[in-house]
């Protein structure tokens, strides 16, 4: 414990200054876990970024590959700002490249971790040339479009555009009430309308895949020739619906779909058989992403989400089984950083639910705690889950911390940053104060300090003697570093 002492007329020293803002680093951004490439002739299109980039406090970067260092500043790799950043630039990608990363930030209290990042080589072809297809339909009628996406690796994944037969450089995504894109890339029509046949538009089909990182690629398009009619009501059938058995992992998203046609347009509802349905975390089903009312997401899936489900639409009723796969998931958040001062307690919480239940591991700057000295402050509770450290010490404690919970199924991974705080006290309010007051009133004195360790904070009167608490005048609140005193 450190000594600071209030002096009654309030006329003080400041004993510190204010501690600036260091500490460890804290990663800001770096990719996902598994980042695609493929080989192309094209330089420029080629080239890809693995990202790693820290706060300000950040020394310097280094890189693992597959668990050894990885040499930057080659001519096929380098640094995208030296000095700047940690995010890495593959110049020419090639098939040698694959492989797990692992990116470093360090500096004198410590070191940060990425996540590993799988670096796969890929591929997707191209659609074979045809010319544009017509289709006639009867207004009212229900419509579905099929389309047969090229071979890749990994799969592709099916999109929808509108295209303008007047100028191809006008796309437009596909956002219509009564127009769905089902999860296997095909495009229903609920109830044909008149305007989805301008002579203009066309509905062309395209793939995207993570190897393109954000383009695409053309495909099959589809004119419609709409006959109108004077039916005013066409009865009420299913169009596509989720399997009757879904499995989704735990901590990710869940997307049920159930596209019925008819005239009028059948409004759907949803609903869980077995329960409630978890409206904090379902997507607006009002809104174009969850297809107006046709898609249900949760997102941040939780293993009680698991159940039957149902959509209905006028007479006709779909229910899907879900089933949540428990691979390791935050049940609340990751750990989040903490600054203490320095002798007190701190704790670290690895608060992960999986089944079966994930086994914990702590590091520390990237080494694991059981390959560190021994150090009997440092204890794991409730079966690795917390890890408690008690009189924290700046030189020894000060760092960052990596939580790793996983299971046969994955794992989940993050830093936590420990700030020790050491100084000696120092006062928050102005070096010296005056009151005016009225007879007979109270006046509340504040001691406003800041010191790690804990200070210990006394008051004193102009000849630095103990003040005298005289019962029923004046106290002095330890616990709030506050003085009262009656004027008379």
């Known amino acids: 414990m450190r000594l600071v002492i209030c002096n009654f007329l309030l006329v003080a020293q400041v004993l510190a200054a204010q501690k600036s803002s260091i500490g460890p680093p804290k990663l800001l951004d770096q990719s996902e876990e598994e980042v695609w490439y493929h080989l192309d002739d094209d330089d420029l299109k080629n080239r890809l970024t693995l990202k790693c980039d820290a706060d300000e406090n950040t020394d310097r970067y280094s890189w693992l590959k597959d668990g050894e260092p990885f040499e930057i500043n080659s001519d096929d790799v380098v640094w995208e700002k030296e000095s700047q950043s940690g995010s890495i630039v593959f110049m020419k990608p090639h098939i040698s490249h694959q492989g797990y990363y692992q990116c470093f930030a360090s500096n004198i209290f410590g070191t940060?971790?990425?996540?590993?990042?799988?670096?796969?080589?890929?591929?997707?072809?191209?659609?074979?040339?045809?010319?544009?297809?017509?289709?006639?339909?009867?207004e009212g009628e229900s419509l579905t479009l099929n389309c047969t996406p090229p071979r890749g690796i990994p799969p592709p994944k099916i999109i929808w555009l509108y295209r303008s037969l007047d100028d191809s450089s006008v796309i437009e995504t596909i956002r219509s009430r009564h127009i769905t894109v089902d999860n296997?890339?095909?495009?229903?029509?609920?109830?044909?309308?008149?305007?989805?046949?301008?002579?203009?538009?066309?509905?062309?089909?395209?793939?995207?895949?993570?190897?393109?990182?954000?383009?695409?690629?053309?495909?099959?398009?589809?004119?419609?020739?709409?006959?109108?009619?004077?039916?005013?009501?066409?009865?009420?059938?299913?169009?596509?619906?989720s399997p009757s058995e879904v499995t989704v992992r735990a901590g990710g998203q869940l997307k049920l779909q159930c596209v019925f046609g008819g005239r009028p347009l059948p409004t759907i509802f949803w609903s869980k058989v077995d329960g409630e349905l978890p409206k904090s975390r379902i997507k607006d089903l009002t809104t174009h992403e969850s297809d107006f009312g046709r898609s249900l997401i949760v997102e941040n899936v939780h293993p009680d989400d698991a159940g039957v489900y149902e959509c209905r639409g006028r007479h006709l009723v779909h229910t899907v089984n879900v089933r949540v796969m428990a691979a390791p998931f935050w049940e609340f958040e990751p750990p989040r950083d903490i600054s203490l001062p320095e002798e007190?307690?701190?704790?670290?919480?690895?608060?992960?639910?999986?089944?079966?239940?994930?086994?914990?591991?702590?590091?520390?700057?990237?080494?694991?705690?059981?390959?560190?000295?021994?150090?009997?402050?440092?204890?794991?509770?409730?079966?690795?889950?917390?890890?408690?450290?008690?009189?924290?010490?700046?030189?020894?404690?000060?760092?960052?911390?990596?939580?790793?919970?996983?299971?046969?199924?994955?794992?989940?991974?993050?830093?936590?940053?420990?700030?020790?705080?050491?100084?000696?006290p120092f006062f928050r309010m102005p070096a010296a104060r005056h009151w005016k007051v009225v007879l007979h009133s109270t006046v509340i004195l504040d001691c406003d300090v800041d010191a790690a360790p804990e200070a210990i904070v006394?008051?004193?009167?102009?000849?630095?003697?103990?003040?005298?608490?005289?019962?029923?005048?004046?106290?002095?609140?330890?616990?709030?570093?506050?003085?009262a005193r009656e004027i008379f």
């Not at 690795?384 to 996983?406: E, K």
Request: proline content about 5%; hydrophobic content about 35%.
């Open 112 to 138: 940060a971790l990425s996540n590993k990042m799988h670096l796969r080589l890929g591929s997707l072809e191209h659609f074979p040339k045809r010319d544009i297809q017509i289709l006639k339909v009867k």
């Open 344 to 424: 007190s307690t701190g704790e670290l919480e690895c608060l992960a639910g999986g089944q079966p239940t994930p086994i914990i591991t702590w590091s520390m700057n990237g080494k694991f705690l059981h390959e560190l000295a021994e150090d009997s402050r440092r204890v794991l509770l409730d079966n690795g889950r917390i890890l408690r450290v008690r009189s924290l010490n700046h030189d020894l404690d000060t760092g960052v911390y990596q939580c790793n919970a996983s299971n046969p199924l994955g794992y989940v991974f993050a830093n936590a940053f420990v700030h020790v705080r050491a100084h000696a």
């Open 458 to 483: 006394r008051w004193v009167d102009a000849d630095d003697r103990p003040l005298q608490v005289v019962e029923g005048k004046n106290k002095v609140r330890n616990y709030e570093n506050i003085y």
């Open 184 to 241: 296997n890339g095909r495009l229903h029509f609920s109830s044909v309308e008149l305007s989805d046949g301008k002579p203009t538009l066309v509905y062309e089909c395209a793939a995207t895949s993570p190897v393109l990182r954000g383009e695409y690629r053309s495909g099959d398009r589809v004119q419609l020739d709409i006959e109108p009619s004077q039916d005013k009501s066409y009865p009420v059938k299913k169009l596509s619906v």
